[in-house]
């Protein structure tokens, strides 16, 4: 008696295995996606570290694909007898998998954080800068995309189903299974191993690809080289990495023209006392949610001249601050004031003992009791005006007085090289020379900074510190107490990609 299978189970049978194939090919389409996220991410350095990198790579992203064929669309193929209609759902789930991969993967190499539930708030304001930037005709493009991928996976799913027969007679189940199964056994295996000798060159991979090893703050901050883990191997306390001094700025050559007419003061005060209230004594615009974290006086001209965090402090200790080359090198007059010792030999150049009678940029740092008949001087001769306090305040917050109307939700000393550059007339993208925004038009509800040994974070009244050796503290500012919130890891890890924008290890 000869048996035989049933109609049904031959044709379960060949589905499976079209399955099979056709997960295999969206398998090494996604790896090739994936390929974005390693090459958007500083390289491990050593042999280890890239072992490490191509066996997480490959096991990480094969196993995530194929668990999604074993989830959705795999059941179809015993469930339903319509071999279409498998084919065209199969086509339509991977193209999205694939689509959200790719967005993902262009989302992480822009900003260093992946799709998921905590970073909702920053991916929602992602989208909204984006869609005022893309027209109809753009959108409707990768729409059209969209449409021309699916295409492509129905054409895949068919052209598979078709020779399903011949694929079967080459024998390669057992190795690629072997292989893939070996890559994501050997990354999780050789990360314990990394995970308990704190091994930097592979720790620094834990937030690289999607739905992987979860970030913490330890991690996130060895990612872009703010932490030396081999100190933290001896239990010494942490130090940021000396190779983070190592910089390039500005990251690309700024040219724009500034209008040598333009009258503008600038007045930082130096100490903590209390000022008048100058928005009403002199008419002035009061913004008060503005925070000058910088730890030391250096520090506060460096943030403020060169619109950058204090830690960029030594490793700019040789350098011109754009904001005052380039309106200098556009015929601006250009001056700076200082009531105590300048502790930055680079701007000696621009030091004059009484700037208070000069026109073009004038850029003063001054104490708090001077700050009012310094600011008068400047409306009499018609200047456009920024005060900015708060340095040396228990809390960084500060205020800012300004006759600009200022347009923003949060500011910090970064920002007033940007939006000083801005009002003079320059459309250089600020990302070249600064990692603050133009409070005349920002772009963004959060700011970074640094404080210290401190990567200070703040967003959506709380402020977040983060110490050296990845422990962290929540601080509610409106009362001041600490809160019980969970990290969020996603804002962290963009802000310290922003943050290390001018380090040579990105």
């Not at 499976?16 to 056709?22: L, R, S």
């Not at 280890?48 to 959705?72: C, D």
């Not at 502790?343 to 940029?361: F, I, N």
């Not at 107490?481 to 890891?489: E, M, T, Y």
Request: with cysteine; net charge neutral.
């Amino acid at each position: 008696m000869i048996l035989a299978e049933s109609p049904r189970r031959q044709r379960v049978t060949k589905l499976v295995n079209w399955g099979h194939w056709f997960a295999l090919a969206n398998i090494i389409i996604a790896i090739v996606i994936a390929s974005i996220f390693v090459f958007s991410s500083p390289m491990p350095g050593t042999g280890v570290g890239t072992i490490y990198l191509l066996a997480n790579w490959f096991g990480h992203i094969g196993f995530m694909t194929f668990f999604g064929f074993v989830i959705f669309i795999l059941p179809l193929c015993y469930l339903v007898s319509n071999s279409r209609i498998i084919k065209a759902s199969a086509s339509v789930i991977a193209a999205v998998g694939l689509a959200l991969l790719a967005f993902d993967a262009l989302l992480f190499n822009r900003t260093g954080f992946h799709i998921s539930f905590h970073a909702a708030d920053l991916l929602r304001s992602e989208a909204q800068s984006q869609i005022t930037i893309e027209n109809w005709q753009q959108w409707g493009f990768l729409f059209l995309l969209f449409v021309v991928w699916l295409g492509f996976q129905l054409v895949l799913a068919n052209a598979i189903y078709k020779r399903v027969e011949r694929f079967t007679r080459y024998k390669i189940g057992v190795p690629v299974t072997t292989f893939f199964v070996a890559c994501f056994v050997t990354s999780h295996a050789v990360h314990v191993w990394a995970d308990a000798k704190l091994y930097q060159p592979i720790i620094k991979q834990d937030n690289m690809f999607p739905l992987s090893y979860p970030a913490t703050a330890k991690t996130t901050m060895s990612r872009y080289g703010l932490l030396d883990l081999a100190a933290y191997e001896e239990r010494k306390q942490l130090q940021f990495n000396p190779e983070f001094h190592s910089t390039t700025y500005p990251a690309q050559p700024v040219y724009c023209s500034v209008d040598t007419s333009e009258n503008l003061t600038v007045i930082v005060q130096t100490d903590d006392a209390e000022i008048d209230n100058l928005n009403t004594k002199l008419d002035l615009n009061r913004f008060d949610n503005y925070y000058s974290t910088a730890s030391n006086l250096k520090g506060l001209m460096t943030t403020a001249l060169f619109g950058v965090p204090e830690i960029y402090q030594d490793a700019l200790s040789e350098k011109r601050p754009v904001l005052l080359a380039l309106p200098l090198g556009s015929g601006m007059p250009v001056s700076v004031y200082s009531d105590v010792s300048l502790p930055m030999s680079q701007l000696s150049g621009y030091v004059k003992k009484d700037a208070s009678e000069s026109d073009g940029l004038n850029i003063a740092f001054i104490k708090g009791e001077d700050i009012a008949q310094y600011t008068a001087r400047a409306l009499e001769r018609e200047h456009k005006v920024i005060v900015a306090t708060g340095y040396g305040s228990a809390t960084g917050k500060g205020t800012l007085f300004s006759n600009f109307s200022l347009d923003a939700d949060i500011a910090s000393t970064e920002d007033l090289a940007p939006t000083i550059l801005n009002a003079l007339g320059c459309n250089a993208p600020i990302t070249f020379y600064s990692t603050g925004q133009n409070l005349l038009s920002p772009a963004r509800p959060w700011l970074v900074s640094t404080s210290g040994e401190r990567i200070v974070v703040i967003h959506d009244n709380k402020r977040t510190d983060v110490l050296s050796n990845g422990s962290y503290e929540i601080t509610e500012i409106s009362t001041g107490k600490r809160s019980n919130d969970a990290l969020n890891v996603d804002l962290l890890s963009q802000a310290i990609k922003h943050l290390s924008r001018f380090s040579t290890q990105n």
